[in-house]
């Protein structure tokens, strides 16, 4: 039986050095603070999103529901809403395009990491002759306006 009398006592490892302590092995707890921030993030990123699904028109919400709440593929979707899969694939991307945007995509955008907002503002006007006209990139544009 060993008796630990402190944490700052050498432990000797296979080579026979005695080049750490035991307060550097002993596992430390998580941020429990953080942890119950960002746990009530993603509950609150949560309620925010289901509503916003429960926005949406026709028979969208229910694709969504179907497809991320019970995680079905395409085909298990339109055969749990009554649809071909042709239209389920059709109504599922309709639902993603109106999350985006609108009412919607203002709800959500706050819960985006900062770089995701970068990274889409700089997919906007991106193209050569905006470049030929301003000398710069979308993505130096985003950087300069930061």
Not at 11 to 22: A, L, M, Q, R, S
Not at 25 to 52: F, P, Y
Not at 103 to 131: H, V
Request: proline share 3%.
């Amino acid at each position: 039986m060993v008796i630990l009398r402190s944490l700052d006592a050498p432990v000797t490892g296979i080579d026979g050095t005695e080049d750490t302590t035991v307060g550097e092995l002993v596992a430390v707890a998580g941020n429990q603070e953080e942890d119950i921030l960002d746990r009530m993030e993603k509950e609150s990123l949560c309620r925010t999103l289901w509503r916003c699904v429960d926005s949406l028109p026709g028979i969208q919400p229910d694709v969504i529901r179907s497809r991320y709440g019970q995680n079905l593929t395409i085909k298990g979707c339109g055969d749990a809403c009554g649809i071909t899969a042709a239209e389920a694939r059709k109504q599922h991307d309709k639902a993603l395009r109106n999350l985006r945007s609108g009412e919607n995509g203002k709800l959500l955008r706050p819960f985006l990491p900062d770089d995701a907002q970068i990274y889409s503002s700089a997919l906007i006007g991106n193209g050569w002759e905006r470049f030929n006209q301003t000398w710069t990139s979308s993505t130096e544009r985003v950087a300069l306006e930061l």
